[in-house]
């Protein structure tokens, strides 16, 4: 039986390019394929960038870009042309590791590609990360809950407050704006704000002023809110 590649899905961590696992590093180093995410044909994957930072040995490494644009249309004909070349270096009996930003269990591009490369009978496996709230946490040297105070996780903040307001701390992810909903949290809970973590333009800290805290954010930007005045 010929052998097939296995398909890596690792994880890079957020924040410092050191928050990064000895399993992720191990796995990155010991393949000859790596596979990275562009949100734009004209723009070098962020992952990649990452990845340069770190102690991987990328001089004897295959790099496949995989254009997954940030767009809510067309996305899964984007997943198949990524599969596609995936597939076609672990049918050679070659393992493959995709690399992410953050932590690829927690809103990962990893799963779109792995989904596909699974059903199409090779092996996948998840090495997990750092994700941004954590990382953001770390940088307030702050915990995110402690005893039986409750955490919520969000992918962004279209949400009311009565549905979140019994939580301890609210993490809200990606680009946050929803400035009548912090506005009655600021009632009850401190905001902490994480932009660019462990990349250019980096900023942290508490919000004091959510109309210009909160203007022209990036992508990467989220809000941690922790109970208590």
């Not at 899964?76 to 992410?100: H, N, P």
């Amino acid at each position: 039986m010929k052998k097939k590649g296995i398909f890596y899905g690792v994880s890079l961590g957020v924040g410092h390019v050191m928050n990064v696992t000895v399993l992720a590093l191990r796995v990155l180093n010991s393949v000859n394929y790596i596979a990275v995410p562009k949100s734009s044909s004209n723009k070098e994957s962020e992952a990649l960038l990452r990845m340069k930072k770190m102690p991987v040995q990328l001089n004897d490494k295959e790099i496949l870009e995989i254009l997954m644009p940030m767009q809510k249309k067309n996305l899964e004909d984007y997943w198949r042309e990524g599969a596609k070349k995936v597939i076609e270096v672990l049918s050679k009996g070659k393992d493959v590791a995709f690399a992410g930003i953050g932590d690829l269990l927690q809103y990962g591009t990893f799963h779109y590609l792995e989904r596909i490369v699974r059903e199409e009978g090779f092996q996948t496996m998840y090495i997990s990360g750092i994700t941004s709230y954590q990382a953001l946490s770390e940088n307030l040297n702050m915990p995110l809950v402690q005893g039986s105070e409750k955490l919520a996780v969000l992918p962004d903040d279209d949400v009311k407050f009565e549905d979140i307001s019994d939580f301890d701390t609210v993490v809200f992810l990606k680009k946050p704006d929803n400035m009548d909903l912090y506005k009655k949290m600021l009632k009850n809970y401190k905001l902490y704000l994480g932009v660019n973590l462990g990349n250019r333009g980096e900023n942290l800290g508490e919000i004091d002023n959510l109309e210009e805290d909160l203007k022209n954010l990036p992508y990467f930007s989220l809000i941690i809110a922790k109970k208590g005045k």
